[in-house]
């Protein structure tokens, strides 16, 4: 088992910055990447960023292109969003995830979520 657990987000001012953090614990594998998603009422989740097990690859969302940073610090289990030029549409409830594979299993793991509100 794996336990995800997100920082605070908060209400931002729209073009503010902030960062958010998920530490993960448990049975964490050496190859196992995270991401960042995020979900507003009536809508899918959808793909914030997300980051390979050793940093090599990351991958973002079109509408945070240019604007959000993901990294990760494998020795404290901890994957981060930098998040700059907040806008309200912004404004969502973002999700850590860890996938990674256990035996002959693909196993994703979710964060309880954390609110970010981007006010114009």
């Known amino acids: 088992q794996v336990q995800l657990v997100e920082s605070e987000g908060g209400l931002v001012q729209a073009g503010g910055s902030l960062r958010l953090s998920c530490a993960a614990s448990g049975s964490i594998s050496r190859i196992s990447a995270m991401g960042w998603y995020r979900q507003t009422p009536g809508k899918e989740r959808e793909l914030v960023a997300q980051?390979?097990?050793?940093?090599?690859?990351?991958t973002y969302g079109d509408s945070v292109k240019g604007r959000f940073t993901i990294s990760r610090d494998n020795a404290k289990n901890t994957v981060y969003l930098q998040m700059t030029g907040l806008k309200p549409e912004d404004t969502a409830v973002y999700y850590c995830?860890?996938?990674?594979?256990?035996?002959?299993?693909?196993?994703?793991?979710w964060g309880k979520g954390t609110l970010i509100t981007v006010s114009s």
């Open positions: 995830k860890l996938h990674q594979v256990e035996g002959f299993k693909v196993m994703d793991y």
């Open positions: 980051i390979t097990s050793g940093g090599e690859i990351t």
